[in-house]
T-cell receptor
Framework: LAKITQPISMDSYEGQEVNITCSHN???????ITWYQQFPSQGPRFIIQ???TKVTNEVASLFIPADRKSSTLSLPRVSLSDTAVYYC??????????FGTGTLLAVQP | GAVVSQHPSRVICKSGTSVKIECRSL??????MFWYRQFPKQSLMLMAT?????????EQGVEKDKFLINHASLTLSTLTVTSAHPEDSSFYIC????????????????FGPGTRLLVL
């Protein structure tokens, strides 16, 4: 099984762009990379998903290089409400999701 | 779209009793649902994979006779914690994967809001 690692914590200020990088050296060929946001005592909330290259939606961008050994979640212009734990995962709809350790993002005013 | 609900949101029970947690996909059908447990300041740990109409697949170290899973329909899976003990106190979260319903991302899991279990 792939091991997924990410920084334990990151600090940022309101209005800044935040990039969180995740390492997944042994991700399976058919696994997607999905990022989730979790607030205390809530279930993870889907942010973005990709397989290769770049994906962008209304809240984030996801960059995945050709070797798929890492990925970077980019949050443009963060606000205080973006303070949460962000999880990088590998897997799919019917595959086991392998969770990263989670990154606690603290956004300060 | 792709909303998953859980009931109850929190439950307190006495040691030795059984507790049932429901997981429902509200706007899509899900052949596969997953059950996770999360301890404070830790990542989610997969407990079992629930497949509609068949037996659940449990992860290593998870007692199938203690954590009973039933997936009787394409929108409902239940987790029953039998003879609960204080060490079972945790945050239980389910997820479901759309097999139909038009969710934008078909290869992903959508999570419920979680159930906080406290066993006294």
């Amino acid at each position: 099984l792939a091991k997924i690692t990410q920084p334990i914590s990151m600090d940022s200020y309101e209005g800044q762009e935040v990039n969180i990088t995740c390492s997944h050296n042994n991700i399976a060929t058919n696994d997607y990379i999905t990022w989730y946001q979790q607030f205390p005592s809530q279930g993870p909330r889907f942010i973005i998903q990709g397989y290769k290259t770049k994906v962008t939606n209304e809240v984030a961008s996801l960059f995945i290089p050709a070797d798929r050994k890492s990925s970077t979640l980019s949050l443009p212009r963060v606000s205080l409400s973006d303070t949460a734990v962000y999880y990088c995962t590998g897997g799919g709809a019917t595959n086991k999701l392998i969770f990263g350790t989670g990154t606690l993002l603290a956004v300060q005013p | 779209g792709a909303v998953v609900s859980q009931h109850p949101s929190r439950v307190i029970c006495k040691s030795g009793t059984s507790v049932k947690i429901e997981c429902r996909s509200l706007d899509f059908q899900a052949t596969t649902m997953f059950w996770y447990r999360q301890f404070p300041k830790q990542s989610l740990m997969l407990m079992a994979t629930s497949n509609e109409g068949s037996k659940a697949t449990y992860e290593q170290g998870v007692e199938k006779d203690k954590f009973l899973i039933n997936h009787a329909s394409l929108t409902l899976s239940t987790l029953t914690v039998t003879s609960a003990h204080p060490e079972d106190s945790s945050f239980y979260i389910c997820s479901a994967s759309p097999t139909s319903g038009g969710a934008q991302y078909q290869e992903t899991q959508y999570f419920g809001p979680g159930t906080r279990l406290l066993v006294l």
